[in-house]
Each structure stands twice: as C-alpha cells, then as structure tokens.
C-alpha cells in the first residue's frame, strides 16, 4: 500500500486506552532507545484516551520519567455521547438498507468526533500507532485518511474475541470490501488507511487479515535495560515500596496464591460470587493475593477482608521487573496477562466457559457464535 506523503514535523504517537497499551507503548519506545544511535533518536509523544480508562495521574509519572517528549490527554467521546448517531445503529434485516446506515454512521461519528481530536495535529507524526482502533480514533484517522499501525488491544486477546470478525461475520467478506474502501470501518487491520495490525502471537489467533504483523512482547521485555526496568516501575507504580511490602510473606514458608479479576460478568454480584467460588475452590491453603483488573469496580477488601488487594491500578506485568518476587498459583478466567507473568510457578487459565454458571452462557460465546473455535477448547 502507498502511502500519501505529506509534511510531518513530529516522529510518533500511541494513542493508549488502557494501562496495558501505555505498557506496549513504553517496551516499544525503550526498544527504539536501545536501537537507534543518540543522534539520531527522537522522542515519541503518548496520548492517554479517557474514553475507556481513568488514567488517574500516570500521566504525571510519565512525564516525571521522560520516556516521552509529550503526554497528552485526549478526551474522545463514546458514541452515545452523540444521541443522534443511535438511529444510524439499529441492526436490519435487510443487507442494503443495513450498509447505507453504517456508512451514514462511519462519516458522522468522525465527524463528530474532531473538535475533540483536533487538540492532536495527527497528519504532523510520522507514525501514529493505535491500541483498539475499535474505539472513535480509528473512524477519525480514517475519515481524516491518515495512515496509522493498529496494535492488538491486549495480549493474545483476538484469541478470545476477534471482534472484527464476530461483529461482521455475517456478509464478511461484503463489509470488509466496503470498509476497504473506507465506506464503512472495521477494526483489527481492515480499514482503509490501517497500514498493518500488531499481534503478539500469530499461532493463537483463530482469524484472518492480510494485515497482521507478528511483533512478539516477550522479547521486548527481555532486552530492557536495568534503567529501563526501574523506569518502568517509576511510571506505573506509585509506591513501589509499599507494594513490596504487600508482597512479602507473612511467616517463613507462606505460598501466594493471586487471582487475577475480570470486569465481567457485568452484574457486580455474579462477579462477586466469581471470585469467592475461585478463591474457595482455586486458593485453599495459600495467602491469597487478589489483582483488580483496572476496570472491575468490585470493593474486594471488604468481600474477601483476609486477602491482599493489591492496590493502585497498573498492569500486572510490571511486577515482573521487581526482584526476587514469587507466586506460587495464579489464577484467572480468560486473562491473557497471567501467560507473561515470569514469577509465577503454575497458572491456571479457567476458560469463559467457567462463567457458564453465572450468566447466560450467550452471553460470552462471540467466537461459538461466529462459527470459531472457542479460545477455552
């Protein structure tokens, strides 16, 4: 694919929705450091999108760190932040009518959209790389026709939800020609001016796109530097000492179980009953540990009063640079984060069929229901 070239002032730009994309952003940038001569070099910028995520002040620690020449709050907007794009959304019946809406939506939702993405001059970066391209900015940069890389929103997760395809797969091959065409847009490597789509591992993936470009993490976090890893910490971890002190066991011999949670099932109370059956069932026997995933809203201090909360919102995989810190048991439902943790010794991934108990089961089966394998088999 040719790209337009137009005059660009600046070097790069992630725009991050979650902690784990600020996490990607960083292993890439520190990459770039180790690599390119000091001459060279140029900083890249990091935009922290609140459409999803309370960044809360890691925007402060990052800027504290340097590891970017700007941080930059971006204040995208859901799209029923916009009330008249809702009728553009009812699902039809009938195919042509279906598509004429879509493409209706793809334009005014981007539009909509760019007074609050203009505080960004996105056609001045000579790259911009995007976590979840799913959300508005994807419909901007291609509405905008601004060649961007696509980043997989969270480790191996197209393995659990390819939404791409589970949201198109009726007539797929019909609406990606569309969105091909930037008439309509779709996610994951296959809109117009998406360049490729970065996955960590080509062999989990159950889907398909011409776009997918393998860039493992695992290498990334094992070339940093001693400095890199204490950078790493500074912008995620607040209190890096307190946390250890969490972490230390209690008397000589005492083993660790965590759980990792899940901002599902939505219903708060079967996200509770999750996680107590999990301990009960998963955890007998060791000091449990329990990791929030930034997005669970559940007071786990009060439900599970004996355990240890880990506090403070960052991803798990930072931990991985602090020393001499072990588990013995992690435990998760369908996080793909538990696979990167080096400190633990056994890792028990209970599959989404496990939440078959406490909600409709219709309710999690995407890939069952495109006609995929399920990431669980």
């Known amino acids: 694919m040719k790209r337009v070239q137009s005059r660009k002032t600046k070097s790069r730009i992630y725009v991050c929705h979650t902690f784990y994309h600020v996490y990607v952003a960083v292993l890439k940038e520190m990459k770039l450091v180790r690599e390119t001569s000091k001459t060279m070099y140029q900083k890249a910028d990091i935009a922290l999108s609140s459409v999803s995520t309370d960044f809360e002040h890691l925007g402060d620690r990052l800027t504290k760190t340097g590891i970017f020449q700007n941080v930059i709050a971006l204040d995208e907007k859901r799209e029923d932040f916009f009330p008249e794009l809702a009728k553009y959304r009812k699902n039809y019946k009938n195919i042509l009518k279906h598509m004429i809406n879509r493409m209706i939506f793809t334009k005014k939702l981007a539009k909509c959209e760019t007074p609050y993405m203009e505080v960004i001059d996105f056609a001045a970066y000579e790259d911009i790389y995007v976590f979840c391209d799913s959300d508005p900015i994807g419909y901007y940069l291609n509405y905008r026709h601004l060649y961007y890389h696509a980043v997989e929103d969270g480790l191996d997760c197209l393995k659990n939800l390819d939404d791409a395809y589970v949201a198109n797969h009726g007539h797929f091959r019909l609406k990606t020609w569309f969105s091909r065409h930037n008439l309509i847009f779709i996610m994951n490597g296959w809109g117009k001016y998406c360049l490729d789509m970065e996955i960590n591992d080509r062999s989990v993936v159950p889907t398909d796109c011409p776009r ?44 660790f179980a965590c759980f990792l949670t899940e901002p599902h099932p939505v219903d708060i109370e079967a996200r509770k009953r999750v996680c107590l059956d999990v301990l009960a069932k998963y955890c007998q026997g060791y000091r449990v540990l329990i990791k929030p995933h930034p997005r669970d809203t559940v007071d786990y201090e009060a439900l599970c009063p004996d355990a240890v909360v880990l506090r403070g919102r960052f991803p798990v995989e930072v931990l991985n640079f602090f020393e001499g810190l072990h588990i013995k048991r992690a435990v998760s439902i369908v996080t793909t984060a538990m696979n990167n943790m080096d400190f ?24 069952k229901k495109a006609g995929l394998a399920l990431a669980d088999q």
């Open 212 to 255: 997918f470009v393998e860039v493992p993490r695992k290498p990334l976090e094992r070339t940093l530097t001693p400095e890199q890893k204490k950078q790493m910490i500074q912008a995620f971890i607040e209190d890096a000492d307190a946390l250890m002190q969490q972490l230390k066991p209690s008397q000589e011999g005492e083993a």
């Open 344 to 367: 633990v010794e056994e890792k028990l991934n209970l599959g989404a069929s496990f939440w078959d108990a406490y909600e409709d089961p219709e309710k999690h089966a995407y890939n």
